[in-house]
């Protein structure tokens, strides 16, 4: 069997597939392996897992079910959900046992810690650091917002010991995303999978809803075919049909251009939920790329810190800053009727002089001389008119901000109120997330509608399996990861919220592939 694409989809579905019996062979187009998955956190959310008792968490499929049922909203399969979460603890348990993955938990509250059946932490799980050979480093995607191998537990806590880091990075320790993609590249070819990089997959071969290999070139490969090559978020074409608003800060790997979803839909597939992704604000540092491609940085927790608010074009707040990613990614698609325009589409993040020195910013250190790409003014009234919006606009969303924030309240957004804002804020401050933006100079940085990527596809069954636009099953042909639809929706439960759904669909796909 093939499978296509060597991010946390295809390597597990690979690793399940081998352990089925099948002969396998990954394709990856890049030279390197572990697409979005290798710039990832690597947290995978596993409701339910083994790990959460020791952390004094008591937690069930059926809460998880109960969470999940509340966060119902957009293009939901129920079906595959409750797949999902009946599977979430065993699949954990199995990654570790084929892999040389060792999880440990992250006090990570989900993203909507008030609803029925959240839980306030450990839901996700990280893989430790681990030590990896040269060889195997340099085929793993190098991730550039990972300066330092420490793990998410250590920065969500706050308890990294630096020399311990340094000490990491002399042996070749790595952490997050890169690290699940070294066990996984191990375990797959432990297994006998062969993996070849550089290479595209042109085709599918095979008649009206079967599909018997894949077409490279001159070349053809038999067997079952596992498409796990990612979305289409790199593709203005599609992003442009497809999307329900502006996105123009994709910040997963290069590459990602639609090509499952091209070959999906030469075979007939269904598709589904094709106007969601996994939303974010971004920044784009003028001197980043990756590949060649401009590289888009993820907005977390310098959004939820205080001394700082977001504005759209016409200077006004318009979100709870400190909320999920996803969910202020969301509310940069707010529609102005009146102006027929997305006011947030052309966003900044403002600041002062209090947060510059107290706080990094994406790859500003404190301590660094400012930038180009820092825009500074020594009064709002000159900031506004550096970045473009209504001096009179911007003056008054900071006196409002800056008049609650004194008492630690935000009635216009509510932001501090959530148990997930004050665990993203600044822990060491008088109010984890508000603080009044008052001291001179002024600072902005321009804030993209961006994505980690895209969540429609081919809509597939419990085992991976396509559906056929006729409603029957496309016989060899399988989708995981975001090549597929995700049956989530419009939602994303909590941290890892991409990676966990797709171990547990991948691991499906695999074995049902091998056993035909």
């Known amino acids: 069997m093939i499978v296509v694409g060597s991010g946390v989809a295809g390597l597990t579905a690979a690793v399940a597939a081998a352990a089925g019996g099948a002969r396998v062979t990954l394709v990856e187009r890049a030279p390197v392996l572990g697409g ?42 129920d079906d595959l959900l409750d797949h999902f979460v009946a599977r979430a603890a065993l699949v954990a348990d199995w990654v570790e046992s084929a892999t040389g993955v060792r999880w440990q938990t992250v006090p990570y509250p989900d993203y909507h810690p008030e609803l029925p059946g959240a839980q306030h932490g450990h839901r996700p799980v990280e893989p430790q650091p681990r030590e990896v050979p040269p060889g195997l480093d340099r085929r793993i995607r190098t991730a550039p917002n990972v300066v330092a191998p420490v793990t998410y537990r250590e920065l969500a806590t706050g308890t990294f010991d630096r020399a311990e880091v340094a000490e990491r990075a002399r042996r070749g320790v790595i952490t997050m995303g890169r690290s699940l993609i070294a066990s996984l590249v191990e375990a797959a070819e432990a297994a006998g999978v062969v993996i070849r990089t550089g290479v595209g997959v ?24 596992i498409l796990a090559s990612g979305g289409f978020e790199r593709n203005p074409a599609l992003v442009q049909t497809f999307l ?34 996994w939303w ?49 990614g969301r509310a940069m698609h707010a529609f102005d009727p009146t ?26 250190r404190r301590s660094d001389p400012d930038p180009q790409w820092l825009l500074r003014a020594g009064t709002l009234v000159e900031l506004a008119d550096v970045i ?28 501090g109120r959530s148990i997930y804002d004050r665990f993203v804020g600044d822990p060491t401050a008088v109010h984890p997330t508000l603080g009044p933006v008052s001291e001179p100079p002024f600072y902005a940085v321009r804030i993209h509608p961006g994505c980690l990527g895209t969540k429609g596809g081919p809509r597939t069954d419990m085992h991976g399996r396509v559906r056929h636009q006729s409603g029957d099953l496309i016989k060899g042909l399988y989708a995981v990861g975001n090549a597929a639809a995700s049956p989530l929706g419009a939602a994303y439960p909590g941290a890892g919220g991409t990676i966990g759904p797709i171990l547990v669909a991948a691991h499906s796909a695999g074995l049902s592939a091998a056993a035909g």
């Open 244 to 277: 329900r608003g502006p996105m123009t800060g994709p910040v997963g790997a290069p590459g990602l251009d639609g090509t499952a979803l091209r070959l999906a839909l030469g075979a007939g597939a269904e598709l589904g939920n094709m106007a969601e992704a």
């Open 388 to 415: 473009g919006v209504s001096p009179t606009e911007l003056a008054a969303s900071v006196a409002r901000f800056n008049q609650w924030a004194e008492s630690g309240e935000d009635p216009d957004f509510g932001r």
């Open 280 to 328: 974010c604000p971004a920044m784009t540092v003028s001197t980043e790329t990756i590949d060649n491609q401009p590289f888009h940085r993820l907005v977390l927790t310098e959004r939820a810190r205080p001394r700082s608010l977001m504005v759209d074009s016409r200077g006004r707040r318009f979100t709870n800053e400190a909320r999920n990613y996803n969910d202020v």
């Open 36 to 77: 979005t998955t290798a710039l990832s956190g690597g947290l995978a959310w596993m409701p339910a897992n083994r790990w959460m008792a020791a952390e004094g968490v008591d937690d069930s499929p059926a809460e998880a079910r109960r969470y999940l049922r509340a966060l119902r909203l957009g293009d939901v399969d």
């Open 202 to 225: 042109d085709g599918l071969v095979g008649s009206e809803k079967a599909v018997t290999g894949v077409r490279m070139g001159g070349e053809v490969l038999a067997g079952p075919v």
């Open 339 to 364: 102006g027929f325009q997305y006011p947030a589409a052309t966003a900044w993040l403002v600041f002062d002089s209090g947060y510059r020195h107290r706080y990094h910013l994406g790859p500003l």
